[in-house]
């Protein structure tokens, strides 16, 4: 059974600073996707990534993945108070009887203080 | 862009009633997918559907249903709400996972308070 776990579970941090969001799993797979949540909101997709090495940026936020050691980063770059939120790493499992399920970790909220 | 919408954001109902979520999407998507979130456990997979009038049970199906009739709508039906079903509920579509493009979109969710 696929398992993910994403550290830390809670991250309080400065502006300015940076920092990285873990998210390990336990089979293989070669699909990973962040996504982002704001308070009593949906989720928003960030970034999809598709195969070993693949390194996705958008602001201040980079995602990469390695598969061979089954885990994926979110660094974040001079932190700013926006991107406070609950952040989600989901991932894509190998197919076994045609399931399309994805399996989410449990999420790492991020507060950026002023 | 992707739509996803969801048939009510709040919804307050008393324990033993029958509650109907609704979910449309307006991509073609084949899979839709039911889950719930709750503080400290994360997103759930109560059901999902890959085609019109499939469904697979997901992790936590008790106490649900879903229909799924029509393409573009997926339902979850709680035949006899409970207290312990209080939460928040997400709906998401997606292609197939063989699309080089597949990705789920979530809707915007239901806060459902059961009294």
């Known amino acids: 059974e696929l398992k993910v776990e994403q550290n830390p579970l809670f991250l309080s941090m400065q502006e300015g600073k940076n920092y990285t969001i873990y998210c390990n799993y336990s089979?293989?797979?070669?699909?990973l996707y962040w996504y982002r949540q704001d308070p009593g909101k949906s989720l928003e997709s960030l970034f999809v990534?598709?195969?070993?090495?693949a390194v996705k940026q958008e602001g201040r936020l980079m995602a990469s993945l390695d598969t061979k050691a089954r885990l994926s980063t979110l660094h974040i770059t001079a932190a700013v108070h926006d991107l406070s939120a609950t952040y989600f790493c989901?991932?894509?499992?190998?197919?076994?009887?045609?399931?399309?399920?994805?399996?989410f970790g449990k999420g790492t909220k991020l507060t950026v203080n002023p | 862009d992707v739509k996803v919408t969801q048939s009510s954001r709040y919804l307050v109902k008393r324990t033993g009633e029958k509650v109907f979520l609704e979910c449309v999407q307006d991509?073609?998507?084949?899979?839709m997918f039911w889950y719930r979130q709750d503080p400290g456990l994360g997103l759930r997979l109560i059901y999902f559907?890959?085609?019109?009038?499939?469904?697979e049970k997901g992790d936590i199906p008790e106490g649900y249903s879903v229909s799924r009739e029509k393409k573009e709508r997926f339902s979850l039906i709680l035949e006899s709400a409970s207290t312990n079903q209080t939460s928040m509920y997400l709906c998401?579509?997606?292609?197939?996972?063989?699309?080089?493009?597949?990705?789920?979109?979530f809707g915007p969710g239901t806060r459902l308070t059961v009294t």
């Open positions: 998401a579509s997606s292609f197939p996972r063989e699309a080089s493009d597949y990705e789920q979109y």
């Open positions: 089979t293989t797979s070669d699909r």
């Open positions: 990534l598709l195969s070993n090495g």
């Open positions: 989901a991932v894509d499992p190998p197919t076994q009887g045609g399931s399309e399920k994805l399996v």
């Open positions: 991509m073609d998507h084949e899979n």
């Open positions: 559907s890959y085609d019109v009038k499939m469904k």
